[in-house]
């Protein structure tokens, strides 16, 4: 059973870092993609970042590259988004998705097949 459980979320001013964690289970990390994705109030879906874990490459979403950095602990099965320099445009709920397959469908894909239930992030003076 593909389980996401995503972590990390609170409140950042802007210029500040926030890391998101989402710890997985039921497939083996190594072998597949994980992406990370967004959802404002009021908004649609928007991709942020999606990292292969090979050959197939890591992706940036332009309004985050150079800011946020996707990074993945096979052995603790956990994937990682640090994001910096927050800014107000930033604020949503964080999801982690997978199609547990190798590919990456760039940074801005959302269908994801299977996904965590979030965590809010809030940027905020």
């Known amino acids: 059973q593909v389980q996401l459980v995503e972590s990390g979320g609170g409140l950042a001013q802007p210029g500040g870092s926030l890391t998101l964690s989402c710890a997985t289970s039921?497939?083996?990390?190594?072998?597949?993609?994980v992406g990370w994705f967004r959802q404002a109030p009021g908004k649609e879906r928007e991709g942020v970042s999606c990292?292969?874990?090979?050959?197939?490459?890591?992706y940036y979403a332009d309004s985050v590259k150079g800011r946020f950095n996707i990074s993945r602990d096979n052995a603790k099965s956990t994937v990682y988004l640090q994001m910096n320099s927050l800014k107000p445009e930033d604020p949503a709920v964080y999801y982690c998705?997978?199609?547990?397959?190798?590919?990456?469908?760039?940074?801005?894909?959302?269908?994801?097949?299977?996904r965590g239930q979030g965590t809010q992030v809030t940027v905020s003076s």
């Open positions: 039921g497939f083996t990390l190594e072998y597949y993609a």
């Open positions: 990292d292969s874990g090979s050959f197939y490459g890591t």
């Open positions: 998705a997978t199609n547990v397959g190798p590919h990456c469908f760039g940074a801005t894909y959302v269908n994801y097949e299977y």
